[in-house]
């Protein structure tokens, strides 16, 4: 296991169509977070899964956003309706809390999916 | 005011040349502090993570916080072209940021020139 995947890496689509973007985080990691940069911008968090519970959201994830992490694997982050402020980077990010792991707690970020909706 | 101020540059070096990277904060209840790099298009890649105050150095880079000041330092010594990208520093009041994730400033981008 290399790091935390994501998929697709880029998606163009049109006004109002809905996005679905898949992570796989570290095999070990309980923790996976998603987070949206827009340009000149840092990350900004909008949620947070431990194991398959969903126990964060920020005031940033509308009510077109869904996230789901199904038996506490791999998760995926739905856009209905997508609107052009939706066009970002999609990050994901995983961790673990199980002591003796090396760099317990630490985030490691995948490569993210680009959105551009036009 | 953002919780995390940093500049966003580009800050320009010559190779060779020590670099520091800073970035002030107003929560006082961040505790956990990380410098993160990004190459153009690419995710984070986690350089520090230290917690509290103090300082931590690894290899050609050192990281300083101090919480009386709400301010954090990243130093690259050494600097290569290699190193250019952009630097985000990220904190959290909780270990690996729980269940508020991580705060980020907007990035420094650092270009070295050969």
């Known amino acids: 296991d290399t790091g935390v995947s994501q998929n697709p890496r880029h998606k163009i689509t049109k006004r109002g169509q809905n996005v679905t973007f898949r992570c796989d985080p570290i095999?070990?990691?309980?923790?996976l977070y998603w987070y949206r940069q827009t340009l000149g911008q840092g990350p900004e968090f909008l949620t947070y899964?431990?194991?398959?519970?969903?126990?964060?959201k920020s005031r940033l994830l509308s009510d077109r956003f869904s996230a789901e992490r199904p038996k506490g694997s791999f998760s995926t982050l739905e856009i209905q309706r997508t609107e052009q402020g939706d066009s970002a980077m999609y990050l994901c990010?995983?961790?673990?809390?199980?002591?003796?792991?090396?760099?317990?707690?630490?985030?490691?970020f995948g490569p993210g999916t680009r959105l551009t909706v036009l | 005011q953002k919780e995390v101020e940093q500049d966003p540059g580009p800050l320009s070096v010559p190779e060779g040349a020590i670099v520091s990277l800073n970035c002030t904060y107003s929560?006082?209840?961040?505790?956990?502090f990380m410098w993160y790099r990004q190459y153009s298009r690419k995710g984070p890649e986690l350089l520090m993570y230290?917690?509290?105050?103090g300082n931590k150095e690894d290899g050609r880079f050192t990281a300083q916080v101090d919480k009386s000041s709400k301010y954090i330092s990243l130093f690259i010594r050494d600097s290569q072209p290699s190193d250019s990208a952009t630097y985000l520093c990220?904190?959290?009041?909780?270990?690996?940021?729980?269940?508020?994730?991580?705060?980020f400033g907007k990035g420094t981008h650092l270009i070295i020139q050969p």
């Open positions: 990010a995983s961790s673990s809390t199980k002591r003796g792991l090396a760099e317990q707690d630490t985030q490691y």
């Open positions: 095999s070990e990691h309980n923790r």
């Open positions: 899964f431990q194991n398959e519970a969903q126990l964060e």
């Open positions: 929560n006082s209840a961040f505790q956990y």
């Open positions: 230290t917690y509290s105050s």
């Open positions: 990220a904190m959290s009041a909780r270990s690996g940021g729980g269940a508020d994730g991580l705060t």
